[in-house]
């Protein structure tokens, strides 16, 4: 069987660490739009991603991974759903030092609810090591609220190890539930 | 989100801080007093828990200057935009936000109880506590039940725990473990082997005070109760776990810092989505079944496990085909 | 909502007189937003019930696209994005500076050619360029 190809999308609020998440595993240059950042008062930093990142990985068989970064922040949300479409599943970075992560995390879930409902959604929290608050718990308890059932993971997506367990967590996640869907029955967890 | 307690006030209060901050800050406390943790109140005095200063103010520069910005009151600068923030205290932005300051008083709601468990506010003495099975020589698990039992009650005091020649130190309602320096492997052994002697005291006053001063500092104990689990004896559950029973995962574990094999994730998303016995849960992930044990056995000290009435037949690597498009990425 | 990044009013003004001209000058022309280089609107006027917001968002993402793609051709810097759409044109460019870049997004219909629309728009397009100098 030729290679198949994969497509994963990173979201997350702005300075969550997608343009970063995807640097640290693409295996090509990744493909940037960043543009000068004039708001400042929502983030400090100098450049933010206009329109997508695009970088790739080659999985040991030989299927490619083609990842793409979103923009932020919401006034760019027509990029959210243009680079959705067709995608294998989502990985959500949170930034915990933002003033309100766990409603940063409610918008995500909301605008890639369909991944999330169906178990293609991966959870990263990260700067939890200086801003512990909100705990994992709370997070927890929201996805809870919404009906969702995901992986919640402390990740510092500087790391290369880190951003390749979301990976690696999200493709178990939807290996179990090809494996628990197709049996014949069973307890299910609610 | 937390229930409503009849819970005593923490005090506030600002110095040189400006009429206009501090009207906006008296204004706050009335939207976010509802949400935060603890109740807090405005007060004109020094008699409070949290005293917010900024850092150029002669009077309370000498305060921030002495470096004790975890005594009590505890002093938080308050930061124009221009400046930085010191290292290693809570700091609050001018103007003040009612979401920052919602954050900040949690934030110093958990530190304070960090403290009140270590300075305890009742004088108490140094008690031991009875530790199951301690009297038979090989004990399995010892460590990681008798850990797990002591953070079921949750005491805001300070626990020591004492395991052959290793102290570690535990606030059980904080799920915290005071430490130093990293445990190093061959402490570690000795705590999670079976045979060594566990040996559990709450400790008084002073000797807590002189940990703090020593410079011990709060980290999460769960990488301790997962460890206890998965390098236990693997041939069986946890004491209290049916052998035959189903379990699901009331949650994630949070393999960012948790030690962890790839084999873990298939089996947490199994036990996610539904309910496994031991050996179903083997069978589905591909693994031995003395994989299976020590992962629910961490789950289950970690508190993660639900466990299920047995029920339907679970799901087995062979019906589902060759669809696990999804090899790993390393 | 989006906030206007931090723009001296003077120049949000001109902006706006600029755009205003342009539109009452060309009817063929029916829409003008002026907008930062990440997206948020500056000055707008628009025939139709087009949101600007939106515009200046969506410019902001087309315009990084053509940074990318004429990066990967290699073909130099992206001067401007043409959209040939069935009832109309637009017209994504930049408005040259050395530090501090500002968009300008044009709708026409199709009564006129792309020629004549780009001659229409440099003169707002020159003006705002030269107070952004300044």
């Not at chain 1, 999308?9 to 950042?37: C, H, L, Q, W, Y």
């Not at chain 1, 308890?141 to 510092?156: H, T, Y």
């Not at chain 2, 004790?68 to 600068?77: S, V």
């Amino acid at each position: 069987m030729s290679p198949r190809e994969y497509k994963l999308i990173f979201a997350g609020s702005m300075g969550a660490g997608k343009t970063t998440a995807i640097a640290a595993i693409s295996e090509i240059a990744p493909v940037r739009t960043d543009v000068e950042n004039t708001d400042r008062a929502a983030h400090q930093k100098a450049m933010t991603t206009a329109a997508m990142d695009y970088g790739e990985v080659t999985l040991a068989g030989g299927d490619k991974l083609r990842l793409y970064g979103t923009p932020g922040q919401s006034r760019f949300d027509f990029m959210w759903k243009i680079l959705g479409n067709g995608a294998l599943g989502v990985i959500i970075l949170v930034d915990n030092s933002r003033p309100d992560p766990l409603a940063d995390l409610r918008e995500y879930l909301q605008a890639f609810r369909e991944l999330a409902q169906d178990s293609r959604a991966v959870i990263g929290i990260g700067r939890g090591e200086s801003h512990p608050n909100p705990q994992l718990d709370a997070f927890h308890a929201l996805i809870r609220d919404i009906g969702v059932s995901a992986p919640i993971l402390s990740v510092d997506v500087r790391r290369r190890e880190d951003v390749l367990l979301l990976l690696d967590i999200l493709f178990n996640q939807i290996e179990a539930s090809e494996l628990v869907d197709l049996a014949p029955s069973g307890s299910r967890v609610q | 989100m937390n229930a409503p307690a009849i819970r005593p006030a923490l005090g506030i209060t600002t110095i040189g801080v400006g009429l206009r901050d501090e009207l906006l800050l008296k204004s706050l406390l009335r939207i976010v007093g509802t949400d935060t943790r603890d109740l807090w109140q405005y007060r004109d005095d020094l008699q409070v828990d949290v005293a917010l200063c900024t850092p150029q103010t002669v009077s309370s520069l000498a305060v921030c200057k002495s470096g004790d910005y975890g005594g009590t009151p505890r002093f938080i600068p308050v930061l124009r935009a221009d400046e930085n923030p010191p290292a290693g205290t809570p700091a609050l932005r001018a103007p003040f936000r009612a979401m920052e300051l919602r954050k900040l008083l949690d934030e110093v709601s958990n530190l304070l109880m960090m403290r009140r468990s270590m300075a305890a506010a009742t004088p108490h003495v140094a008690a031991d506590i009875a530790v199951p099975g301690t009297s038979a020589p090989f004990k399995p698990f010892r460590f990681g039940l008798a850990l797990g039992k002591l953070i079921e009650r949750a005491s805001r005091e300070v626990h020591r725990i004492e395991v052959g020649s290793v102290v570690l130190h535990v606030i059980p309602a904080a799920r915290a473990l005071l430490i130093d320096a990293p445990l190093d492997d061959e402490s570690l052994a000795i705590v999670l082997g079976p045979r060594a002697d566990v040996r559990i005291r709450q400790m008084d006053e002073a000797e807590a005070q002189r940990l703090i001063a020593g410079g011990a500092k709060p980290q999460t104990i769960d990488w301790l109760l997962w460890r206890a689990g998965l390098d236990g004896p693997a041939d069986h559950l946890l004491p209290g776990l049916p052998e035959h029973g189903e379990f699901a995962l009331r949650r994630w574990p949070d393999f960012g810092r948790l030690k962890h094999k790839p084999s873990h994730f298939l089996m947490a998303a199994l036990l996610t989505r539904a309910a496994h016995s031991v050996d179903a849960l083997a069978l589905a992930s591909s693994q031995p079944v003395a994989d299976a044990h020590a992962f629910i056995n961490a789950c289950a000290l970690c508190d993660l496990i639900e466990v299920r009435p047995a029920g339907g037949k679970p799901a087995s690597r062979d019906t589902a085909g060759d669809e696990g498009a999804l090899r790993k990425t390393r | 909502m989006n906030a206007p990044p931090a723009l001296n009013l003077g120049l949000v003004a001109l902006c706006q007189q600029q755009i205003d001209s342009l539109i009452e000058a060309h009817s063929e022309i029916r829409g003008v937003l002026v907008s930062s280089i990440d997206g948020f609107e500056v000055a707008a006027r628009m025939r139709g019930s087009a949101s600007p917001a939106k515009l200046a968002a969506m410019t902001s993402s087309l315009l990084a696209l053509g940074e990318a793609v004429s990066d990967e051709g290699e073909v130099g810097h992206c001067r401007d994005v043409v959209i040939d759409a069935s009832a109309g044109r637009v017209l994504l460019m930049d408005i040259p500076h050395a530090t501090r870049k500002l968009l300008l997004t044009v709708l026409s219909d199709n009564a006129s050619t792309l020629g004549q629309v780009l001659w229409a728009v440099r003169t707002c397009r020159q003006e705002i360029g030269r107070r952004l100098a300044e």
